[in-house]
């Protein structure tokens, strides 16, 4: 099922009930929805309560004309076309209402082929204004699960705003944990299929075998274990938008039937002959290198180009350092609801070794490191202590150890010890603690540190 779309709606103002008539036939013959108003102060009312693509409008009625009614249209909606219809005798005055800003003004008898034309000009005008300024401000009215305020993320924020509301096929690059799929589901949430499915296929999870099935669907009796006919993702996200993550990982024989589909908008069934029609808007991901992969022969390059309409790159978290501390927050929030702990805050020091590591595995790896803090927290708030030992070693104690290497484990020791002691400003209640010792322990070993 395609997405439905609004029909195109013209508001035909006239005093005359015969002409408003004819116009609305006309009109409607054409394929547009066509509704009345007798007067140019029901035309106003009209407009502030509901949506039009174009205003055709006599210029001379009774109680309030065509040029006061625009003048209060245009304060109303700005882009909204009007075309002013006009006796001969009345061309001054449609032509004063031209100068104001106006879309177009038709004499009478009307020519049908101008005004088709005219109507045309004018319903393409609005739907193009509409989406340009949906684009303007996309950034601020966007949709979306996403959290990021950097510079790198406002980009493609932006570039979402810009692509989501259009019909073209994306092809969503990152490393793995970036939120690619957050990405897809931006485009498809900010588009004229989000009332529609958004279907979701991991290609790199399935066998070759398994994913045509999953994809196109199959025939009762297609292969072993195929016991009753089934639809296939494409099918089921029909009318809307099939996101194909880790698209990189297909072989050359499932890419071959993917461009097929994507050309043609039709499949087959595994195991049958009827051909099925779909409507779906293609979203792909990958973590590869797709161009490198069409050197190597690996991609084909004919559906490289047919999903890389538009690219959209969403930059690794050590790139955007700056969305660290919202992130941080909100799956702390998260995880401490999910698990039942009480949370009173983030200490300062792990907000600050959060913030500077690497984060190889992007922001999933960040949510994966806070949820186990907010696990093994002891206390109400989150420290570094719980976090993992791969980001812990971060810490000043481990800076040391690893800044005088290689050294034996006596001396690694001792370094580690008495950096824990300067951190801690000599309080060996609480260097003991980070330390994972006894106060008892920790007293014995300085006196080592002072016999040798």
Not at 49 to 63: C, G, I, Q, S, T
Not at 112 to 123: E, K, T
Not at 316 to 342: C, M, Q, S, T
Not at 372 to 391: K, V
């Amino acid at each position: 099922m395609a997405a439905k779309k609004d029909p195109v709606t013209i508001l035909v103002v006239d005093d005359d009930q015969v002409h408003r008539y004819m116009l609305c036939s006309m009109l409607q013959e054409w394929g547009w929805r066509c509704v009345e108003a007798d007067d140019g102060s029901t035309a106003v009312a009209a407009v502030e309560k509901h949506h039009y693509d174009a205003v055709l409008m006599d210029v001379r009625m009774a109680r309030m004309d065509g040029r006061e009614a625009f003048t209060r249209i245009q304060a109303l909606q700005p882009s909204l076309p009007v075309i002013i219809m006009t006796a001969y005798s009345s061309v001054d005055d449609a032509v004063e209402v031209i100068q104001q800003g106006a879309h177009d003004y038709l004499t009478k008898p009307l020519d049908f082929d101008r005004l088709r034309l005219a109507l045309l000009r004018a319903v393409d005008h609005h739907q193009v204004s509409s989406k340009k300024q949906q684009a303007e401000t996309g950034s601020a009215k966007l949709e979306t699960a996403i959290i990021g305020s950097s510079p790198p993320m406002l980009e493609l924020l932006e570039m979402v705003s810009y692509v989501a509301p259009t019909e073209a096929t994306v092809l969503i690059y990152g490393e793995s944990g970036t939120g690619k799929e957050l990405v897809a589901e931006a485009l498809h949430g900010n588009s004229e299929r989000r009332k529609e499915p958004f279907i979701k296929v991991n290609c790199a999870a399935l066998v070759e075998g398994l994913l045509e099935s999953e994809l196109f669907g199959h025939e009762k009796g297609a292969f072993t274990g195929a016991e009753k006919k089934r639809e296939g993702k494409f099918v089921q996200a029909d009318g809307g938008t099939l996101f194909l993550d880790e698209i990189g990982e297909t072989s050359q024989a499932m890419q071959v039937k993917l461009l097929r589909v994507l050309q043609e908008q039709e499949l087959q069934r595994v195991g049958g002959e009827e051909t099925v029609k779909v409507d779906v808007r293609i979203i792909a991901a990958t973590n590869r290198n797709l161009e490198e992969e069409v050197v190597e022969n690996r991609f084909r390059e004919d559906l490289y180009y047919r999903l890389n309409v538009v690219m959209l790159t969403v930059p690794p978290l050590r790139d955007r350092r700056g969305d660290i501390p919202p992130l941080v927050e909100y799956f702390a929030r998260k995880f401490a609801e999910k698990n039942r702990r009480v949370l009173d805050g983030i200490t300062s020091e792990c907000m600050e070794l959060l913030s500077r590591y690497s984060w190889p595995g992007n922001v999933r790896e960040l949510e994966n490191a806070v949820e186990r803090g907010i696990i093994l927290m002891r206390g109400t708030e989150l420290t570094e202590r719980s976090l993992p030992l791969s980001i812990q070693k971060k810490l000043p104690g481990h800076d040391a150890l690893e800044a005088t290497a290689p050294v034996s484990l006596f001396d690694a020791e001792k370094q580690l010890i008495l950096k824990t002691l300067i951190d801690t400003a000599g309080n060996k209640s609480e260097a003991s603690r980070r330390l994972g010792i006894t106060r008892k322990t920790l007293q014995s070993k300085l006196n080592r540190y002072e016999e040798s």
